[in-house]
């Protein structure tokens, strides 16, 4: 049996980065992927002469110069800047929290008018917020947080607001301006020919086999190799032998329509709780395609079960706790390396993925 440097379990970004800087170093790479195809969550194929985004809406975005060359030596990247639209029971409004938003909902025009009714709604909380629903109103008020936030984050997460990490909502941007732009990173694209040429190319000169689960024979996939990097589920790498950590599954349903322009965006928002689904996305929007069909995507958040994907860890106390159990035997391990948002059970966007693949690749190539 051939024996390789790496042996690679998954072939997403994170491996597919790591993949390229150990073989710039001259070591040999396997690869195996359970899947039929590379590229983890970042996938992306034609359909209809439209990059279709199989795995949800992905937009790179990132503040790190570095990471930003790093992706761009392999692809170019377009200029879209992702400003999606929140749909509230026919009501439209727009993302992230801004001045659009603030004026829409208040029926006024200046940041001091909005900065005034938020003031005096984020009053209820005192002290520092304790989970999502006290941080969410602490940072734009009660009636924004009713129509955009408490419906979609309960459909997200599958739980109250209440009982989610503060964290989560933090992640997106409130401005007093009239900026409509979902980040505030400094660069912002997605790749003209798609993610998956980008991992093509991150893994080209490896050998890779699809269809193939690690666990399915373990002990020999390890012996093909003089050092392994898992980028699976942690907890499933031992065996769950401290518990199941949560996560949240997502289920996609795409649909093809014999129409130019479905939605005129790339992204909506369902914020209700009535409508199941979360979001829904319009792929050519992504590349400014001007094709005569179009393609959507209905994306259901659900609980997550053994067999299906899990797409999202759930970072709260409970699982944080549990996860540290098993990074404290990932820890011991001298011939295993653990990385990726399954590995290290972490919410990573594309460009921390990108970042913390290198940072490895520092200290073990
Ligand atoms: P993954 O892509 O999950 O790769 C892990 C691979 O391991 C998978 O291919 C899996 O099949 C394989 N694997 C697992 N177990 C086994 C096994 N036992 N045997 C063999 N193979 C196995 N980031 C952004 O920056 N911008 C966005 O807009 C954005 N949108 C997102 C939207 C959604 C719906 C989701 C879920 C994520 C989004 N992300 C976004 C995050 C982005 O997808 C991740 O940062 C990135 O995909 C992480 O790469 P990874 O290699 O860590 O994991
Ligand atoms: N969120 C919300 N309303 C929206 C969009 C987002 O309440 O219209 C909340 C929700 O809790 C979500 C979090 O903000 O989980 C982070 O949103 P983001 O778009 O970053 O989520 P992701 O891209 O990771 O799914």
Same mark, same amino acid.
């Given at each position: 049996m051939k024996q390789y440097d790496y042996l690679i379990v998954g072939c997403g970004l994170f491996g597919a980065v790591f993949a390229h800087e150990a073989q710039k170093?001259?070591?040999?790479? %396997?690869? $195996?992927?359970?899947?039929?195809?590379?590229?983890?969550?970042?996938?992306?194929e034609l359909q209809e002469d $439209? %990059?279709?985004?199989?795995y949800g809406a992905h937009i790179f975005h990132t503040?790190?110069?570095?990471?930003?060359?790093?992706?761009?030596?392999?692809?170019?990247?377009?200029n879209f800047i992702n400003?999606?639209?929140?749909?509230?029971?026919?009501e439209i409004y727009n993302l992230p929290f801004n001045m659009n938003t603030f004026s829409k909902m208040?029926?006024?025009?200046?940041?001091?008018?909005?900065?005034?009714?938020?003031?005096?709604?984020?009053?209820?909380?005192?002290?520092?917020?304790q989970n999502l629903e006290e941080q969410a109103i602490s940072l734009v008020g009660r009636e924004v947080y009713t129509k955009l936030i408490k419906?979609?984050?309960?459909?997200q997460w599958g739980r109250d607001c209440k009982d989610l990490p503060a964290f989560i909502i933090k992640r997106l941007p409130v401005r007093y301006t009239y900026n409509n732009n979902y980040f505030n990173d400094r660069y912002q694209g997605i790749p003209v020919e798609g993610y998956t040429a980008l991992v093509e190319k991150l893994i080209d000169g490896c050998d890779v086999l699809l269809n193939t689960d690690f666990f399915s024979d373990k002990e020999k996939y390890l012996a093909m190799a003089d050092t392994c990097l898992y980028t699976g589920m942690i907890d499933a790498f031992y065996d769950y032998c401290y518990g199941e950590l949560g996560y949240r599954s997502l289920r996609f349903e795409n649909e093809t329509l014999d129409m130019q322009n479905y939605q005129g965006v790339a992204v909506v928002n369902y914020t209700e709780r009535e409508i199941p689904y979360t979001r829904v996305i319009e792929h050519k929007h992504f590349a400014f395609?001007?094709?005569?069909?179009?393609? $959507?995507?209905?994306?259901y958040p659900a609980d997550w079960v053994a067999g299906m994907e899990p797409?999202?860890? $759930?970072?709260?106390?409970?699982?944080?706790? %549990?996860?540290?159990?098993?990074a404290d035997l990932a820890a011991n391990e001298t011939k295993i390396l653990f990385g990726g948002r399954l590995a290290q059970y972490k919410y990573y966007d594309m460009d921390k993925c990108v970042e913390a693949a290198l940072a490895l690749c520092d200290r073990v190539l």
């Open positions: 170093k001259g070591k040999s790479v %396997l690869f $195996i992927e359970k899947r039929n195809h590379i590229g983890g969550n970042i996938y992306c $439209i %990059l279709v985004h199989k503040s790190n110069k570095r990471v930003w060359e790093y992706v761009n030596q392999f692809v170019e990247f377009n400003a999606p639209i929140a749909n509230y029971k026919g208040f029926q006024i025009s200046t940041p001091q008018q909005a900065q005034e009714i938020i003031e005096a709604q984020r009053g209820e909380i005192k002290g520092e917020p419906g979609y984050t309960e459909k395609g001007t094709q005569e069909k179009t393609i $959507i995507t209905k994306e797409y999202y860890p $759930i970072n709260d106390a409970k699982n944080t706790e %549990l996860y540290q159990k098993y």
